[in-house]
């Protein structure tokens, strides 16, 4: 069955880039399924970021669209966000997660343990 | 943005008992409305999808109900395990999103 695992910097300077990435196993990333990036700041709620398909077909939450960047890489079986200018709002856990659909938009399925990103100086 | 608002925001009940939870969308979603729950210190996990088809693995104590804007799960005798936070999502629009959960606590 598909696992998920994310890695990156714990602590990230205001105005920098948080840069995570997230491995994909036990499975192909070639199939029908996009592959999406969530986040919870500590003692919230969950807010989608966005998600890749495998051709690097990407969409963005408009509300971070202008910050965001997420990327695949096949061959490592990989997908990577990147998130610019942060300031302490974008402290949170960050989850990846797979995107189980019949269409484009679908629910969330597995998701990875979480990556805490703290943002200060 | 499709608004998700869930109800109550924390729940205070017993082992054994019978739990329902509320979701509430700002605009109809049809029945593209999923079901997590997080336990502390974890990732959320999926229990139901299309509003009332449980993920696999999830037990049938576990179910949910709802078209349009009104939505419910029901856990029909509550376990240990299953004291946690509550998510919906909904997956009709642009951006996914969720509601603001529901805490399930031990009475």
């Known amino acids: 069955q598909v696992q998920l695992q994310e890695s990156g910097p714990g602590l990230v300077k205001p105005s920098g880039t948080l840069s995570l990435t997230c491995a994909v196993s036990g499975g192909s990333m070639s199939n029908d399924n996009w592959w999406s990036w969530i986040r919870q700041p500590p003692g919230k709620g969950l807010e989608w970021i966005g998600q890749i398909y495998h051709t690097g077909t990407t969409n963005y939450n408009a509300s971070l669209k202008s910050r965001v960047s997420i990327s695949v890489d096949k061959s490592k079986k990989q997908f990577s966000l990147k998130l610019s200018s942060v300031t302490a709002a974008d402290t949170a856990v960050y989850y990846c997660a797979r995107v189980d659909s019949i269409g484009l938009l679908g629910w969330f399925d597995p998701w990875g343990q979480g990556n805490l990103v703290t943002v200060s100086s | 943005e499709i608004v998700m608002t869930q109800s109550p925001a924390t729940l205070s009940v017993s082992p054994g008992e019978r739990v329902t939870l509320s979701c509430r969308a700002s605009?109809?979603?049809?029945?593209?409305l999923a079901w997590y729950h997080q336990k502390p210190g974890q990732a959320p996990r999926l229990l139901i999808y299309?509003?009332?088809t449980r993920a696999t693995g999830i037990p049938a104590r576990f179910s949910g109900s709802g078209s349009g804007t009104d939505f419910t799960l029901s856990i029909s005798s509550l376990q240990s395990e299953d004291f946690a936070v509550y998510y919906c999502q909904q997956y009709n629009n642009w951006p996914l999103t969720f509601g603001g959960g529901t805490k399930v606590e031990i009475k």
């Open positions: 605009q109809s979603i049809s029945s593209k």
């Open positions: 299309g509003a009332s």
